[in-house]
């Protein structure tokens, strides 16, 4: 193997590859067991994270993908989910509303109660009597949408069709994810609150993971005696002339709500919702548990696995002595291939995370990783490794030129 090490060439000419990267690539099986216990250490707290960031990402999937460019919030709030009372009083929306470059405001109502399927009749029939049906009971959330094209409640991601569905009188949308713990399928009739409902279609992309939810026009909210006419309203979604101004109209409602309410664009609300998300205990907990123990995992088995294979190769280390290569110049090369074993974990851990997240979202389940959360996770891997590799390299003083004599 050639080397571009201080003091060793080959024909007098600096070679095209590191020795620790040759070595990496000639005996990688030597070294197969760190790389995988790195990709492993990294899949362990990418899968937590990525889990968690789909789950939040579900929660707030409908204000993502609106056609707001601004949300209004109470001053006292955070977040839109856990940050605080997100409602404002209803004498303020004038103010929202008269902004010069303000084009549609609506508020996000939600509301929730009892959902029952309804059974049909022959198979209530053919059911063993006193044993299991299929009869399901569920507290759900009901999210609401102006039924025209276009609006700003509605996702950009409903069809027009869709739209003009949810038109129709107690005609709602279940996410397929719900369609099993609800008990019901496209065209099924169901009871909400005792009022009968249509499940009228079904949508994919918004995973319900804690409470099933159905979504359901503004008109069809008031016919179920649910619609919100309090003195205080949910948070506003507003949209704007020019959304590239989103920052500056922010900025300007916030002047002139004197602290009475907060304006926030649809990106800044959303890096809230995710920091709120990670200082949840239960979540905090378990992420740092997963770290703790990919490191631990990880230094141990990559510390082990590069001091065997140092020791195997120890009387390749000591030729290198012999030919006057110096101590500093060997720790280097050990220190390069544990950076080599890093990069390649890493590489591998990326593979892992990618084929988990697809079997996940073919179970509902969708994940989502932001790039600064990936990117120290990938520093993490490679600390680990280099770390790893500092603590091997007390094997090295067993490179002795004279042990090559025996």
Not at 28 to 38: F, S, T
Not at 198 to 213: D, H, K, L, Q, R
Not at 357 to 374: H, K, Q, R, T
């Amino acid at each position: 193997m050639l080397s571009s090490i201080p003091g060793v060439s080959s024909g007098g000419l600096q070679a095209p590859m590191s020795l620790a990267l040759a070595t990496l690539i000639y005996e990688w099986r030597r070294y197969m067991a760190a790389v995988v216990a790195l990709a492993f250490s990294g899949l362990l707290v990418l899968a937590f994270v990525g889990m968690f960031m789909g789950i939040g990402k579900g929660f707030t999937a409908q204000i993502d993908r609106s056609r707001a460019d601004i949300m209004v919030l109470g001053p006292g709030a955070t977040a839109l989910f856990n940050g605080g009372p997100s409602g404002l009083p209803r004498r303020l929306m004038p103010v929202v509303i008269g902004h010069p470059e303000v084009v549609e405001v609506a508020t996000m109502d939600s509301s929730g109660g009892r959902f029952q399927n309804i059974i049909p009749p022959e198979e209530q029939l053919n059911a063993p009597p006193g044993g299991p049906t299929n009869r399901k009971m569920e507290f759900v959330q009901v999210r609401v949408i102006d039924a025209a094209p276009g609006r700003v409640t509605v996702p950009t991601d409903y069809s027009d069709e869709l739209v003009e569905t949810l038109r129709q009188p107690y005609a709602v949308a279940v996410d397929e994810t719900a369609l099993g713990r609800l008990g019901v399928k496209l065209g099924d009739k169901a009871i909400y609150n005792g009022k009968t409902i249509t499940i009228a279609a079904v949508t994919t992309g918004y995973p319900n993971m804690m409470n099933a939810t159905i979504v359901m026009s503004r008109d069809s909210l008031g016919m179920l005696g649910e619609a919100d006419s309090g003195p205080r309203v949910s948070p506003l979604m507003v949209k704007i002339a020019d959304p590239a101004r989103a920052e500056i109209v922010a900025a300007q409602l916030n002047k002139l709500g004197d602290g009475k309410f907060r304006a926030w664009t649809r990106q800044e609300l959303a890096d809230a919702n995710e920091s709120a998300l990670f200082k949840e205990q239960f979540i905090s907990v378990i992420l740092i548990f997963a770290v703790i123990m990919g490191a631990v995992i990880g230094i141990a088995i990559t510390w082990q696995t590069l001091r065997g294979a140092i020791m195997a190769n120890i009387k390749e280390f000591a030729s290198l002595r012999a030919l006057g290569v110096s101590m500093g110049s060997l720790r280097v090369i050990v220190m390069e291939l544990s950076f080599w074993v890093g990069v390649v974990g890493i590489c591998m851990s990326g593979v892992l995370t990618w084929a988990v997240s697809g079997l996940a979202s073919l179970g509902g389940l969708p994940m989502a990783f932001p790039l600064p959360i990936v990117t120290a996770i990938a520093l993490f891997l490679l600390l680990i490794a280099m770390l790893s590799g500092l603590l091997s390299l007390g094997v090295l003083k067993n490179s002795q030129p004279a042990d090559l004599l025996r």
